[in-house]
Structure formats: structure tokens, C-alpha cells
């Protein structure tokens, strides 16, 4: 069965430049949700989007944006990386309604800032 | 706002053994409730959930209820295995339906080692 795949796995970036993590939902999946965990940290919430609209907010710095396009993908953007962004980005996907109850996580992007 | 505790680990057990992980919770109105967990190097895997109270979660041998009158959701399993070897994060969304499913709150994670 499709997963969630982002891309890409690794990344590294230097302080003060820019990056930009994808994020593929499992087909028919309406719903994108970010997070991001730091080492040894349990995953924060951070943005999710239904329908290309933003539906909830969490603990995103002003430094970072996403959004979801029409064939459902997402992209989170990060700029003025900060040595304390190194941390895995998850995505995950669900669909909206009581058509599901879970949802799918991506194996997630470490990012390391340097 | 809602919140997830998890018992501190690290846990470390014989094969065979029996695993209890505690969690608790506090949230307003009527949570679903998930164990993920997260193998080295790995994305988060949902291993069993529960919509609504006294429901029973169940997967791979892992059990875990939700109790509201406890508001609890312990994981259980009765005889691990080096492969169990991993970090468990409890975690809530804030109920049925809509995008509720994926804002989940999760716990702190409990790493979870078994030796031969």
C-alpha cells in the first residue's frame, strides 16, 4: 500500500540559509499535518491543512511557512535556519470525516543545521 | 489544554517478559486515544488506538483500554521480544472526525530495550 513519502530523507543546511521539505499523503488523503521532534523530544505539532486551507496552527515559528497544493502535496518552508531547527520533520496524512481514524506518518526528514 | 504523561523510562526487560507502559491523559470532551512507535532511525508507526471509552486497542500482541474513569491508556504486552526493542509514544487527538485525527498531543516517549 502507498505511504506518506517526503522528501528528502536528509538534509543539511547552513545557518541563516533556507530549506524546503515536501510532503506526498497516501492517495485520496485530503488532510496534511507537520510536526517536528527534537532529539530526545516527543513530536510537536506544528501545521496542518485541509483543502489547500490552513486548519490548525501549533508551535510553528514566524520563520517557517507551508501549504498544501491542489494535488494534495505539501511543502513546509523554513528560512533563517537557527542551529536549534536541527531536528526530523514528520508529515503525515488522513482523510477528513469519519471516513478514516488515523493518521499516516512519513519516515520524516532530518534536518541538520550547521 | 490536553496533555499526555507517559511513565519514565527507559524500560529494560528479558525476553518474555511482561511490559506494562502507564500513560494518563487530560483532555475536554472525548479524545481518541493511539500508541505509536518509533523504531532507530524510523517514522512513527500507529501500533493500536481507541475511539471511545472501555474500547480495547490491539496489535502484535500489544494491548491497551481506554479507561475513562481513570483517564488512562496503558499499553501492555505479555511476553516481549528483542524486535519490541523501540520508543512508544502515547499520544490524543481531540476527537472524531474533520482533521481532528492528525493534531495529535503526545507523550514523552518511552524507550523500550529487551535483551536475549
Known amino acids: 500500500a502507498a505511504g506518506v513519502i517526503q522528501s528528502p530523507r536528509h538534509l543539511i543546511k547552513e545557518k541563516r540559509e533556507t530549506a524546503t521539505l515536501k510532503c506526498y499523503p497516501i492517495?485520496?488523503?485530503?488532510?496534511v499535518y507537520w510536526y517536528q521532534q527534537g532529539p530526545g523530544q516527543d513530536p510537536q505539532f506544528l501545521i496542518s491543512?485541509?483543502?489547500?486551507?490552513?486548519?490548525d496552527k501549533g508551535s510553528i515559528p514566524d520563520r517557517f511557512s507551508a501549504q498544501q497544493f491542489s494535488d494534495y502535496h505539501s511543502e513546509l518552508n523554513m528560512s533563517s535556519l537557527e542551529l536549534g531547527d536541527s531536528a526530523l520533520y514528520f508529515c503525515?496524512?488522513?482523510?477528513?470525516?469519519?471516513?478514516?481514524?488515523?493518521?499516516?506518518f512519513g519516515q520524516g526528514t532530518r534536518l541538520t543545521v550547521v | 489544554g490536553n496533555s499526555v504523561t507517559q511513565m519514565e523510562g527507559p524500560v529494560t526487560l528479558s525476553e518474555e517478559a511482561f511490559l506494562t507502559i502507564n500513560c494518563t491523559y487530560t483532555a475536554t470532551g472525548y479524545p481518541s486515544l493511539f500508541w505509536y512507535v518509533q523504531y532507530p532511525g524510523e517514522g512513527l508507526q500507529l501500533l493500536l488506538k481507541?475511539?471511545?471509552?472501555?474500547d480495547k486497542g490491539s496489535n502484535k500482541g500489544f494491548e491497551a483500554t481506554y479507561r475513562k474513569e481513570t483517564t488512562s491508556f496503558h499499553l501492555e504486552k505479555g511476553s516481549v521480544q528483542v524486535s519490541d526493542s523501540a520508543v512508544y509514544f502515547c499520544a490524543l487527538s481531540r476527537g472524531a472526525g474533520g482533521t481532528s485525527y492528525g493534531k495529535l498531543t503526545f507523550g514523552q516517549g518511552t524507550i523500550l530495550t529487551v535483551h536475549p
Open positions: 503525515a496524512s488522513s482523510l477528513y470525516g469519519t471516513g478514516g481514524t488515523e493518521a499516516f
Open positions: 481507541a475511539t471511545k471509552a472501555d
Open positions: 492517495p485520496r488523503h485530503d488532510t
Open positions: 491543512f485541509y483543502e489547500k486551507m490552513q486548519s
